[in-house]
């Protein structure tokens, strides 16, 4: 109860983890099968109703914007937290509109993934948000609803995107998944030890989308070609992950890189950081999510884990040792 005797306003906070992508970035825009595990760095959204119906955004990386009427007024970090929080508005109205509701918001975004530089923390403010609005909202919503929600924030930021990045951040665990295969991915009971290196340089997973997807229409590179290559990849890694086949699964996130920088989305940091890790130990490594900058990862195993974390640092890069996450997103009412 509050001082003044009501019941006191409800609040939802929902959880969703963010991801690296094992094999198969880009190409799963194609329909190639993809790998994604979701990591146990994770955004928190806490969502309250707001009686004077406006919107109101904020997210703990300094960035603050409330909206009436159809404008948006930076409240802090300047003009750039129009289109910083921009997928976070697009999540919410697209659950207002679903459910045909008309309140006002306040959204509240911590976040412990490090942003733009290709571990999913995009698309998972994208899945906590539409989970949390959902919930103080009073609608119950299942796990395929949420990702499909979820999509119109993500196609704001990756242009045309597969969706995988959402999908693992709703599901959570280890997954491999095509674009046919909709809201029903094959889970991979499987663990296995990586290390993050991040390059720290921020970049905009659509742009190399967009390049990406010039190059293929225009035919050049053979990304046609290679598509073919990358599906026989990841579907080598399904088989070797079946018979934890670690030496083999490095080998494919050698030749997985390889195709990355074929078709244009590697970044020198990336392949400095790529190249150190194999001297010190890594049994496989490669860039992860968008590329262009932003992280890699390496297979490693728990003896080499020091060497390759050493190697990422003296290379440049931040390393960070990631588990698997097994629960998705998760919301719940709280009383505010
Ligand atoms: C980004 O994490 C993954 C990409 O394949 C884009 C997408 O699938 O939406 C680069």
Excluded at 94 to 101: G, K, S
Excluded at 142 to 153: F, M, N, P, T
Aim: glycine residues 10%.
């Amino acid at each position: 109860m509050d001082r003044l005797g009501g019941c006191r306003p409800l609040k939802a906070v929902a959880i969703a983890p963010g991801k690296v992508i094992l094999y198969g970035e880009h190409f799963v825009v194609y329909n190639v099968p993809a790998i994604v595990m979701a990591i146990d760095r994770v955004v928190k959204v806490s969502v309250s109703i707001r009686e004077d119906g406006s919107l109101r955004i904020c997210s703990d990386l300094g960035f603050a914007c409330e909206y009436k009427n159809g404008a948006a007024k930076p409240l802090m970090g300047g003009k750039k937290s129009v289109s910083f929080l921009e997928p976070v508005r697009i999540a919410a109205k697209t659950v207002l509109d679903h459910f045909d509701e008309r309140k006002g918001l306040n959204i509240d975004v911590y976040s412990t993934i490090p942003s733009s530089v290709g571990l999913g923390s995009s698309g998972a403010i994208s899945v906590a948000t539409v989970a949390a609005v959902s919930k103080v909202l009073g609608h119950e919503i299942d796990k395929e609803q949420i990702w499909r929600l979820s999509l119109q924030a993500e196609r704001y930021v990756h242009v045309t995107p597969s969706g995988v990045d959402p999908l693992i951040s709703v599901y959570g665990g280890l997954l491999v998944w095509r674009i046919q295969d909709g809201s029903k991915p094959k889970r991979i009971n499987r663990d296995i030890d990586l290390v993050v290196g991040n390059t720290g340089i921020q970049r905009s997973t659509g742009k190399f989308v967009s390049i990406v997807s010039r190059k293929k229409t225009k035919k050049i590179e053979g990304i046609s070609q290679l598509m073919g290559v990358m599906n026989w990849i990841s579907n080598l890694a399904l088989k070797a992950f079946k018979e934890m086949d670690l030496v083999i699964l490095g080998v494919l996130m050698n030749m997985n890189h390889e195709l990355l920088k074929v078709i244009g989305v590697s970044h020198e940091s990336l392949d400095r950081l790529v190249e150190a890790v194999r001297k010190a130990g890594a049994l496989g490594s490669k860039l992860t999510g968008g590329g262009g900058g932003g992280c890699m990862i390496s297979l490693t195993t728990l003896s080499k884990r020091a060497a390759v974390c050493k190697a990422i640092e003296e290379n440049g890069g931040q390393p960070m040792v990631v588990r698997k996450n097994n629960a998705g997103v998760r919301a719940w009412l709280v009383k505010s």
